[in-house]
């Protein structure tokens, strides 16, 4: 189903002149209400008398986390105080947070883009939709929550944690579609198997899944233990929380809510613009925000467009579902990785859990090393032969050739790997910097 067809159907033109007119708005408004745009501005003799088409803002100053932490709490609020009805902010568990606030406007665009997202993966009023994302500073249990409602679904505000009870929930009120962080659906999926619940047998069938990166072959294994579809949805608190870019019925690439977040991919080492297609950094532009509004904010995710037209009948623009983060990407004796390479790779070994953890350290000759420690299934570890040797070897060989880069695989029993309700921790980076 899509959602607002008037906006995520609109002839391309009509789309690029009504960002135009937007992103003017923006920057005329930034200029007279953030002192840190007006400094970036000055500097760079630009008003947005000086803004005649998109391209041109590459003219535009970047912003970047330091620069909302270095502006905490209310350095980048383009609004009244008194205007803003929610504050939200970053999940991380280090160092100052990153703020978005919102005012009753922002509040209804969320509602939008989640519903767009959450129609992108099937939601109607007909659903049940079990909302398992923490509710709380974190965005992904309201923006779901809102998304769900703006549908006129039933919504079922979980939070994460407490599985039993989620188990519980979802067999009596016959759930029909999941939200939550990829590794919690397989933590959920993982107790039902041993609570003898076959989560196949009941009516879930589809689910929105994003906040932490995962593979392709992550969504086959939660496809297959639920017997549903599962969509990749995107998004970061900086711009709105969730609702920034979802997957439609295609699940090939997510489609970018242009109308109200203008997406550019850079080289993250020169800040350049790349060619269409190029894979590069995702950087946002806020089109409509009224509470902290951005320009050009640096996500340091990594991704690329795809050109072709989507068979869904959206014509926004889609970007490949991430690969990485520019900084959880391991350089590894010089050769890049990224975790989810790990992933992919892991989960097509027969005899493996897909949990697993990547240790980084610094071997005895001063050279990078990974251990992946990887859980082995149950009647694997049980297994009379007890091959496991031969299952490390095989694990090592297959990572060899798929990353270029030689890592030590220590195998662990079932259930040692801590589970994750909400962004699971696959590194631990013990190289001292
Ligand atoms: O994670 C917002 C969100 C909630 C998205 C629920 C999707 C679902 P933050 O906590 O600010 O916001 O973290 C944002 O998480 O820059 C990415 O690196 C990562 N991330 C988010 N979605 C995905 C995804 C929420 N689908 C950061 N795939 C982003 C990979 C993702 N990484």
Redesign the pocket.
């Known amino acids: 189903m899509i959602f607002n067809p008037e906006y995520e159907c609109m002839d391309v033109n009509t789309r690029k002149k009504l960002q135009l007119a937007r992103l003017k708005n923006l920057v005329e408004k930034l200029y007279e209400t953030i002192s840190f745009y007006r400094k970036k501005m000055d500097e760079r003799s630009i008003t947005s008398r000086d803004i005649h088409t998109l391209a041109d803002i590459e003219k535009l100053p970047f912003t970047t986390k330091d620069d909302m932490r270095e502006n905490f709490p209310y350095g980048f609020l383009a609004c009244p105080k008194s205007m803003i009805e929610e504050i939200h902010l ?3 568990t280090t160092g100052i947070p990153v703020v978005d606030a919102y005012t009753r406007k922002d509040v209804e665009i969320w509602c939008e883009a989640m519903a767009r997202t959450l129609a992108g993966g099937g939601c109607t009023q007909e659903d049940t939709v079990q909302n398992c ?1 923490g509710y709380g500073l ?3 249990g309201p ?2 929550h809102y998304g769900a409602r703006t549908i006129g679904a039933n919504v079922l505000p979980m939070s994460s944690g407490n599985t039993e009870r989620q188990l519980m929930v979802m067999e009596a009120f016959g759930s029909t579609m999941l939200t939550c ?1 990829p590794s919690y659906a397989l933590y959920m999926a993982e107790e039902a198997r041993e609570r003898g619940i076959d989560l196949k047998k009941l009516p879930i069938c589809k689910g929105c ?6 593979s392709e072959n992550m969504r086959k294994e939660i496809e297959a233990r639920y017997n549903m579809k599962a969509y ?7 711009i709105i ?2 609702g920034v870019a979802f997957e439609c019925e295609t699940q090939d690439g ?1 489609h970018i809510n242009e109308d109200l977040f203008y997406p550019e991919i850079i080289d993250p080492e020169t800040g350049q613009v790349l060619p269409e297609g190029e894979k590069g950094e995702l950087v946002f532009t806020t089109l409509t925000k009224e509470g902290t509004p951005l320009i050009r904010y640096r ?3 990594i991704t690329y467009f795809i050109t072709e037209p989507c068979s869904c009948g959206r014509t926004t623009r889609k970007m490949h ?2 690969f990485g ?1 520019t900084d959880d990407m391991l350089i590894i004796r010089g050769v890049n990785v990224f975790p989810s390479q790990i992933e992919h790779a892991l989960i097509e070994i027969e005899g493996t859990e897909p949990h697993y953890l990547i240790i980084v350290d610094r071997g005895p000759s001063h050279l990078d090393e990974i251990e992946l420690q990887v859980e082995v299934k149950q009647d694997f570890f049980s297994d009379e032969t007890k091959d496991l040797e031969g299952l490390r070897h095989r694990i090592e060989s297959v990572m060899r050739s798929k990353l270029q880069v030689g890592l030590k695989v220590k195998l662990v029993e079932p259930k040692t790997i801590e589970r994750s309700m909400g ?1 699971s921790k696959r590194v631990i980076d013990r190289r001292e910097i």
Do not use: N, V
């Not at 899944?209 to 995962?214: I, L, S, V």
């Not at 990749?232 to 900086?238: A, N, Q, R």
């Open positions: 970053s999940s991380g994302y974190f965005t992904g923006g779901a962080t899944f994003g906040a932490e990166p995962w990749d949805i995107y998004g970061l608190t900086e929380g969730p997510l996500t340091r995710d579902r991430l983060r962004k």
